[in-house]
């Protein structure tokens, strides 16, 4: 594996997986298991370049390499849960919970089998998803085997604590190994906006030529530049990104 530069950023992410492996310690929920991007099987690595899952954290069976499987986020109950739930979670007595009812882990609850938790040696676990603004889904998850461990009433003291905590390390995390610099900030005109939400809605660019009261070339123009703008090319691209960036709304 290429190792990474020992930089500042990187002594930060490696303070920062300390502090979670801490936690975790004090909190009886010592098994931890990290992720950027659950989209992307390759594993969160140190400045030596070794996985965080090797040099700092470890999992419940040390047989399970869970970050050398790429079948894994395929199977595996929690990685689904980060897909539909954007806040702190815990899992417990077979369900999963929140602060809050939220509905997607009632769906959740009334599909998964609680045994693919056992299967795992995961008798509780506090989980903390991290949404990027980019799309990407991150997560860090506590763990412990026991079963009868007062997870709900640990998640109701600490789970403000841990979402901080999980936000920072995945957020310097990805800043640290980015190639690129960040994304700047775009500004589009009204058109652009239009075009976009009326594309984002399904349009075609006929559709929307007729509803804005253009022609189809101008449409085009708006939605090339909106392309250029956001450095991608295609439609959906294009879309999606505005969509996660927050410049307009879910179609």
């Known amino acids: 594996m290429t190792q990474i530069p020992d930089t500042s950023a990187h002594k930060c992410v490696l303070s920062l997986a300390r502090d979670i492996e801490r936690a975790g310690r004090d ?20 400045p030596d370049g070794k996985p965080l899952a090797e040099t700092v954290f470890r999992w419940l069976n040390p047989d399970v390499e869970y970050w050398k499987d790429r079948s894994f986020a395929l199977r595996a109950s929690l990685i689904q849960v980060f897909r539909v739930c954007a806040e ?61 461990l007062d997870v709900p009433a640990i998640f109701a003291a600490r789970a403000g604590e841990l ?23 775009v500004e ?9 939400k009326w594309a984002a809605a399904g349009k075609t660019d006929a559709e929307i030529a007729t509803i804005m009261s253009v022609s189809v070339p101008t449409i085009r123009f708006h939605m090339t530049n909106a392309s250029r703008k956001l450095g991608v090319s295609g439609r959906s691209q294009t879309i999606r990104l505005a969509t996660n960036l927050g410049y307009i709304g879910p179609a």
């Open 27 to 46: 909190m009886g929920l010592p098994y931890i298991a990290v992720s950027a991007d659950i989209s992307d099987p390759a594993p969160m690595i140190g």
């Open 88 to 148: 702190p979670f815990y899992f417990h007595e077979g369900r999963h919970h929140s602060w809050r009812t939220v509905r997607a882990l009632e769906e959740i609850n009334a599909l998964h089998n609680p045994q693919d938790y056992a299967a795992h040696g995961i008798g509780g676990a506090i989980a903390a998803p991290i949404h990027s603004p980019l799309g990407a889904i991150g997560a860090v998850v506590w763990a412990t085997g026991d079963a009868a």
């Open 163 to 185: 979402h901080l905590l999980s936000l920072k390390f995945i957020s310097a995390y990805r800043d640290a190994v980015q190639v690129h610099g960040p994304a700047e900030a």
């Open 188 to 196: 589009f005109t009204r058109r652009e906006i239009q075009c976009l």
